[in-house]
């Protein structure tokens, strides 16, 4: 994932943005991406047990209006563990497909692993390590559809949160539009316009404390 996500030339393209970003401001942009921030195993397990209970009901139902011979096998109880362990494993296997997932693991559940995941993010590339404490992270997880942006206390001090929304929205367009480099340069962009006319004035003697290039992670 980390060597498809973007080409080289997507690479440099997002690097460059937050290089022109940061002429103009003292932030330090770190662009970080996430294939999922979690496993989600209750998803999982909600699929497997209500795909069990869906064929258990189903064969009782078929064999209680089922009035033939063939299928007497049905009243047994090794038939019903049978066909509750198939109706499990196919709801086990339905989970794995991302909209479903998304769907059983609910909205709370991904947000607070997605801010839990955002955070380590936080504290693994020393976003915090700055002179001013101007460091800010545009941390994209991509199975939950989700973008959060931290910002170290020197960010915090003069930008709400609510002034995030366009850039949220700059990056989320672009992956919606199959174009995820593209809506992160131009969020990066827009990052770097907010920042300076926020007040998080560069100085004279700035220095790039944060390496410029998009982390990629498996989670």
């Given at each position: 994932?980390?060597?498809?996500?973007?080409?080289?030339?997507?690479?440099?393209?997002?690097?460059?943005?937050?290089?022109?970003?940061?002429?103009?401001?003292?932030?330090?942009?770190?662009?970080?991406?996430?294939?999922?921030?979690?496993?989600?195993?209750?998803?999982?397990?909600?699929?497997?047990?209500?795909?069990?209970?869906?064929?258990?009901?189903?064969?009782?139902?078929f064999a209680y209006f089922y009035d033939?011979?063939?299928?007497?096998?049905?009243?047994?109880?090794?038939?019903?563990?049978?066909?509750?362990?198939?109706?499990?494993?196919?709801?086990?296997?339905?989970?794995?497909?991302?909209?479903?997932?998304?769907?059983?693991?609910?909205?709370?559940?991904?947000?607070?692993?997605?801010?839990?995941?955002?955070?380590?993010?936080?504290?693994?590339?020393?976003?915090?390590?700055?002179?001013?404490?101007?460091?800010?992270?545009?941390?994209?997880?991509?199975?939950?559809?989700?973008?959060?942006?931290?910002?170290?206390?020197?960010?915090?001090?003069?930008?709400?949160?609510?002034?995030?929304?366009?850039?949220?929205?700059?990056?989320?367009?672009?992956?919606?539009?199959?174009?995820?480099?593209?809506?992160?340069?131009?969020?990066?962009?827009?990052?770097?316009?907010?920042?300076?006319?926020?007040?998080?004035?560069?100085?004279?003697?700035?220095?790039?404390?944060?390496?410029?290039?998009?982390?990629?992670?498996?989670?």
């Amino acid at each position: 994932m980390a060597d498809s996500l973007f080409t080289a030339d997507e690479h440099q393209r997002i690097a460059d943005a937050v290089a022109e970003a940061e002429r103009q401001t003292a932030g330090e942009i770190v662009p970080y991406v996430v294939a999922r921030s979690g496993q989600y195993d209750v998803a999982t397990w909600k699929a497997a047990s209500g795909g069990a209970l869906l064929a258990a009901l189903f064969a009782l139902a078929f064999a209680y209006f089922y009035d033939g011979w063939g299928l007497g096998w049905l009243y047994t109880g090794w038939a019903m563990v049978l066909v509750m362990t198939l109706g499990g494993t196919l709801g086990a296997l339905l989970a794995l497909i991302e909209p479903v997932r998304r769907w059983l693991a609910g909205s709370d559940r991904m947000a607070q692993q997605v801010h839990r995941r955002a955070s380590m993010a936080f504290l693994d590339e020393e976003v915090f390590d700055t002179r001013d404490r101007t460091g800010i992270l545009l941390f994209v997880s991509l199975m939950e559809h989700r973008i959060e942006v931290l910002g170290d206390t020197g960010i915090n001090a003069k930008v709400e949160p609510e002034d995030w929304v366009e850039v949220v929205a700059l990056m989320r367009d672009g992956i919606r539009s199959g174009d995820l480099a593209g809506g992160m340069v131009r969020g990066i962009g827009k990052c770097g316009e907010l920042l300076h006319r926020r007040g998080v004035e560069i100085r004279e003697d700035d220095t790039d404390e944060l390496h410029d290039g998009v982390r990629v992670r498996e989670e």
